[in-house]
């Protein structure tokens, strides 16, 4: 079903309808606002109801044959969704905003008055959805035939089957075969480029639709921020000092692992490498060596321990939870662990296997991933915050029922994740035997969770500019590949594998998964800076973590049972989108600017140790890249 083309004349009859016949204009304009948004909101819990019905089909018994009908009812929900905000937004950006008085009135409207992708006319919209799905088939779909052969694998894809590939891989060739025919594959008479180029056509258009003449205001929309993307670089900067004794820790290992590998010893790091660093982040056979060697300074293992006292995926649920009720958070009812709490197949988790959250006001539910591990174990616990923060946010009037800013929730269930993997959360749950590890193991710990986290963010970084730049107009099409490892070289000191040329298109499947909104580099650079400034406050706050003092550092911090921790954090819940992000941010940390701080005083002992190691090895931090792409 199509929408009919909202015109001039439609806009026309709209003034008409939000101009008071009254003398008292105030109270005539936030009538007729009112009745808008009522509307809307009426039309909103009929989204909610098929929702629900979603969930009850997916969780039904025997639901093999109903596959057709969740499918039927998922676009159903896609396309009501866009046809409301559209229409909502159309009606919403006739209303006169600064006759609104009530400033709750004046911020619903000035929020759902503008759109991204769902701005576009319902022909451009399809478009800009079927771009994205061909992006998501260049991840996800069966692209790569490794070793020439294909009879033995089938095509595979890059995630998860190359991705998984690579982190076994143990002959530098290999990861270099993989890399290139990725990108071969994908770039096949320029398909990958030429479908980015059309993507980023619609969200110029989009932009326009808003009024807004640099592009980037619409794609970093609800940052609501005058060149957010220097607030951004301005955060890589200031982590940048820690990120190069990192890199060069990793490059002087790298080329004890490689010893083919081309890297220099004042080079960048290759590229497939740099990749593979990622991906054994929680690898327990990493190749990359963790600075304590040795069976006694290795992590405990939880795996075992996970199984004896957790036993089942309810049993985790339920103390995740719990640990929010010792917050002074929300307490699930019974009611929904009868009815709004169901289990995946195994067949439909999958490798990836997350935990599903449905909203559907007065109700939210999940349908969990039924694996026990210590990752899945910290994940729920980011899940179950996200049904706190659903649960608070909905007594707010619809458009203001959300997070301020992408990337906002995902921050506050990071404060979460890193909580409940400390040891002393461990040993709360009596999964370790101690409270604290030694420090040896400690600084073991810090060297995994910092490749995770430090090597990620200037690639969300780099990911992010790449694609701002572009719809800006700052990067031209025949500049595309140079400047984009440029960003690598300036930035995380990576570099291609071997000569490259401006007509390759070399970027990363992270990039193309961050062309989707939902997903955007953007959101996961904000969930990660933003986390650890609330995880630093929240800490705080519990009085766990005392700057200065070895025996409460940061990184073993858990603010369980903390009421002031939980204040802040309902706080924030409680406030929705109702005001901008800054303000909701500043109640729990005080603070109006994104910043390093949290995470370099999470990796402080971290920071040392490199120092000290890099110079007894005589490494040297920093690194210059080879010129290894061609302009010509
Ligand atoms: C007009 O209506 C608004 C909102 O109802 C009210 O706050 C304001 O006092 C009214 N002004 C006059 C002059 O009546
Ligand atoms: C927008 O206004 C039109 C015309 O009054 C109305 O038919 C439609 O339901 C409204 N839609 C929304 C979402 O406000
Ligand atoms: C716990 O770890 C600390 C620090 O390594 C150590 O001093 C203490 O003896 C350990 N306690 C137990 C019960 O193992």
Known sequence: MRLPFLGVALLGLLLVLVTP????????YEGATKQILQRATDRIRHVWEITRKIFVQLTAKGKSQLGGTVLSSKQEVEAETYRLYYELAANLSVVPVSELNDPLLRRLVQRMAKLQLQGLRPKDYEQAKDLLRQIHSFVSGPMVCPHDDCSATGQLAMVPQIVKRNMYAKQYEELLDNWKRWRTAINENDVAKSTFKDYVRLLRKAATYNGHVTPSRTWYLNYDTENFQAELEAVVWEIMPLYRELH??????VQAAYPKADTKSD???????????????????????????????????????????????????????EFFESLGLFVLPNTFYDRYSRRMSEEEAGVDCKSQVYYFPPEVALRYCPKLDYKKMMQIHGTMAEIQYHLYKMRLPFGLDTEPCPGFGAAIAETVILASGTPRHLNRLKILLNNSLTEEQSLNRLFRMGVHTLIAVPQYFINDKFLVDVMDGRIGVKEYNCAYWDLQDKFAGV???????????????KFYRGLNPETSNTKKFLAEILGFQFYRSFCLASGQYRPGDPTHPLHNCDFYGSP??????????????????RDVMEIATGERKLSGRGILEYFAPLFTWLKERNKQLDIEPGWDADELCRRD
């Open 495 to 509: 570099q291609p594998p071997r000569p490259r040329l401006n007509k390759d298109f070399d970027l990363d499947y």
């Open 267 to 321: 080079g960048a790091i290759s590229a497939p490498i740099m990749d593979q660093i990622l991906s054994q982040d929680w690898f327990p056979h990493q190749f990359f060596r963790t600075p304590h060697q040795g069976k006694q300074h290795q992590l405990p293992s939880v795996h075992r321990r996970l199984e004896e006292v957790l036993v089942t995926p309810v049993k985790i649920n339920r103390m995740a939870a």
């Open 248 to 253: 060069a820790y990793l490059r002087h290992e």
């Open 564 to 581: 002031e921790a939980g204040k802040k954090m309902h706080d924030m819940m409680e406030l929705g989108a109702s005001r901008h992000w």
């Open 21 to 28: 016949t009254h003398s008292n204009h105030t109270a005539g």
